[in-house]
C-alpha cells in the first residue's frame, strides 16, 4: 500500500469510501451521520488543489485524509477508510503520515473533532496519542460552531491534538 498525493480524478471516489465508511455508524444507532452527506466535492477539490489530500492506494485509493491549517495545526478535516479494508492499520498510516508532512511544515500538531465515545472515533484517536483538548483556539473554536450549525450535538463531540 502507497500514500500518496490524491488525483482530481479520483475525488468523487474518495467521496464514495466516506459514505461506506459511514455505514457502521447505523449499527450503533446513529443513522443521522450513516446518511450524512459526504464532503462536498467542492472542498475536495480546493484542498486537492492546496495539496491536502492524500490517498491509501492498493493501487485503487482504499482510505484518503484530507487537511486544512487551522491555527498552526494540521486539522484532519476528514478521514475515511473504506470497510473492505478497514482494522489493518490504513487509518493510522494516513494519520502518521499527515503528522510527518505538518512536522516538515513546521506545524505544530494535529487536530481533529470527532465523536467522543464512538469506539472508532474518540478512543482510536487516544490509541494514536490524541489528548481531548477544552480550550480551543478560535479556528477550532469556530469548526465547532459550524458542525454545531449542521445539526452535530455539542455534547457528543470532541476537539483533539497531537503534537508532531
Ligand atoms: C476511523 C477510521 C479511518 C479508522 O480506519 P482503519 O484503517 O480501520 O484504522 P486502523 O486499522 O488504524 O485501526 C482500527 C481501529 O479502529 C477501531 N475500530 C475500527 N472499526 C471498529 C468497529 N467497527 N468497532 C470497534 N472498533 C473499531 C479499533 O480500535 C481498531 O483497532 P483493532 O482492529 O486493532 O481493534 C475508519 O474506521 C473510518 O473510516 N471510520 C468512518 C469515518 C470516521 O469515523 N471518520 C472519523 C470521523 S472524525
Known sequence: MEIR???????????QIEIASGEPFRAIG??????????PLAVLTHLQSLGRVWVAAEPEPVGW???EEVDGFAHVEQVSVHPG???RGVGRELIDHVGAWAAGRGLTG????????????GPYYERLGFRQVSD???GLAAVVEQETARGLDPATRTCMLRGV
Open 65 to 67: 485524509i484530507a487537511v
Open 85 to 87: 479494508h478497514a482494522r
Open 110 to 121: 494535529l487536530t481533529l473533532t470527532t465523536f467522543r465515545d464512538v469506539p472508532w472515533n
Open 5 to 15: 498525493l490524491a488525483r482530481p480524478d479520483e475525488l468523487v471516489g474518495l467521496q
Open 30 to 39: 446513529m443513522p443521522e451521520i450513516a446518511d450524512d452527506d459526504p464532503l
Open 136 to 138: 480551543l483556539t478560535p
